[in-house]
């Protein structure tokens, strides 16, 4: 495996969709334990190591529990929103069915992994966004900001998070609109594998 080519596509989906979220959903938590606990702080601060490591795991955490609250934010406030939603349950069972001939998978394909990558990321990060929210307000009760400066968070993460949202709903109907037009591909291409071969389709 080219190593570099490891890098430009796992690596980035998963800092994309899971450690992002994460550090930001779990940011003005960490932030208020810091602040609350000078022996963590001195600790951290002489072990750079550990403090990188806890850092990523903590992410990586936070990041996979805004995955799951994602991912059901996604079937209520997404997929059953949308009027032909059986028939796009259906369609999704169909596409998880595909298997492309050898070297026949279409282009579309490769739109549709990149496209999946952003919407997860869009729909993560707004539900990281409401995620912190109540940690901003915390770092204003605990003095850590001004009352003012975690309203003012609050408020941006909210109008991030609303952005966000919205532009995932747009997301997941062009994911849906490039499954359906791949089902219209591998049915074609079905057809035209029984027909060369004298069946009947």
């Known amino acids: 495996m080219d190593p570099t080519t490891a890098v430009r596509t796992d690596a980035i989906e998963v800092i994309a969709t899971v450690i992002a979220p994460g550090a930001y959903a779990s940011a003005p938590y960490m932030w208020a334990v810091l602040a609350q606990s000078h022996e963590w702080r001195d600790f951290l601060e ?11 795991l903590a992410w990586t955490v936070a990041g996979f529990v805004v995955e799951s609250v994602g991912t059901y934010a996604e079937y209520y406030l997404i997929d059953r929103k949308r009027p032909d939603h059986a028939a796009m349950l259906a369609n999704w069972w169909r596409y998880l069915q595909i298997t492309w001939a050898k070297d026949k998978e279409p282009i579309g394909q490769h739109y549709l992994r990149r496209t999946l990558v952003s919407f997860k990321f869009e729909l993560n990060m707004a539900t990281a966004c409401v995620g912190s929210m109540p940690g901003w307000l915390l770092l204003g009760l605990i003095g850590v900001l001004s009352g003012l400066q975690s309203i003012d968070v609050v408020i941006l993460s909210w109008i991030a998070a609303l952005g966000l949202f919205s532009m995932a709903r747009t997301s997941a109907g062009v994911l849906a609109e490039v ?23």
């Not at 002489?46 to 806890?54: G, N, P, T, V």
């Not at 499954?179 to 389709?201: C, H, M, P, W, Y």
């Open 46 to 56: 002489k072990h750079e190591a550990i403090a990188l490591a806890s850092a990523i």
């Open 179 to 201: 499954r359906e037009r791949l089902l219209a591909v591998a049915d074609e291409q079905a057809k035209n594998a029984i027909t060369r071969s004298g069946g009947v389709f």
